[in-house]
């Protein structure tokens, strides 16, 4: 691994001042920061819900497996008459006759024989096997995320370090000038101008804290945790050196997660005119019952009192010989339906390929630019040393020691953000690769 660290002794005193401040607070650490995200990020549990309710699609309950008992009553009454004529002559008539009855069921069905049933769970459970999958592209998006979030974390920390250390030499510088002054060996522009420099460092100061106040909150969202949870980031970064644009094309093709979520769905698809075909069979179910009735009939009616009751039992086939083309049509659309997801799969593979070049490309162009930063942040020290030390003893004046501050300012700021870019793009490089989740930060 590579290790990229750099001491300037100007900035000595501040960074002792600030590690005891990380001592006083300790450091959420790279694996910390990712134990927490797969535990409270949102997008995450979500994800996971989502593996559950597939889950549960699969039951037999769902799918038919398991028999239906259903309860039925009810009670019906009238009020009327009615008048009966017989062959010799007789009739009857009933006036005003109150009728009522009653009727109740238990019945029973249960599918024995369904093809489309137990071809319908086998993908199902491949749509389980599609949203883990899921859960894993949800995971390594929210997890470049919070990576992302860290590295600017630790980036705008280190440039409030070094602002801080600026504006504390600008003080300096101030108390000299004042000194100077208030004994006729200075002029009061150096105080002026003194000043001024401290009030342009205060604000430049105030807003970095402001800047990393912000990304504190955004890596504290990006994990799931509440919003001004105290952190302090690691600002140590390494870098591995095996990697190569070969190596990272091979595990592209074949460890990338969107490759991997293609696959699946061409598996899912592919089911789909097994379930159609499985339409061709019959099914066969049974079916029992259990029926009681009752019927209270009016004075002078036919029947006085009915009742009846009984078990009925039966099999049942039903079985779709010809459907009007339907399944023909169906067939012909899942086909083509496989025939473009393998065209997106092509489409993808073309853009990772591009996406890792282009990756790689950049990656290299970063390392490059880092260590120019790392040389030019070591020449900019030495100069503030070689400045300062002459304008201790009057040998420059207070413009020049204040361009040879700011240089050294930028110098240590470029190489901040030469560092945390580079490994910006790493883990960029190692998602597309499918190694992420691997990853030794």
Known sequence: MIQFKFIVSAFTLLAFLWSGRAFAQSILTKAEAIKITLENNYDIRVAKNNIEVAKNNTSPGLNGYLPTVTGTAGANSSLGG?????????????????????NAAVSANYTIVDKTRSTTVRQLKEIV?????????????????????????ARLTQNSMVQEQTLELSRQRLLRAQYQYDYGQGIRLNVLNAEVDIQRDSINLLNLRNQLANAKRNLNVAMGRVVDTPLEADTVVQYNNTLSLNGLLQDTRTRNIAVFVANKNLDISAMDIDVIESTRQPVIGANASYDYSFSDNASGSFFDLSTSRGFSAGVN?????????RRKMQRQNARINIESQLVQKEQILQQLERDVTNAW?????????????????STNELNFQRTQELFKVGQVTSVEFRQAQLNLLNAATNFNTAKYDAKAIEIQLMQLSGGLLEVDL
Request: aromatic share 14%.
């Open 317 to 325: 086939l039903s079985w779709n010989i010809f459907d009007g083309g």
């Open 361 to 377: 490309e950049s990656y290299q162009n970063a390392l490059f630019i880092l260590r120019a930063e790392q040389k030019n942040l």
């Open 82 to 102: 009615s008048t009966q004529k017989f062959s010799n002559g007789n009739e009857i008539r009933v006036q005003n006759a109150f009728n009522w009855g009653a």
């Open 129 to 153: 096997n599609l949203t883990d999958l899921q859960l894993r592209q949800t995971i390594e998006a929210n997890l470049l995320e919070v990576f992302n979030n860290y590295f600017e974390v």
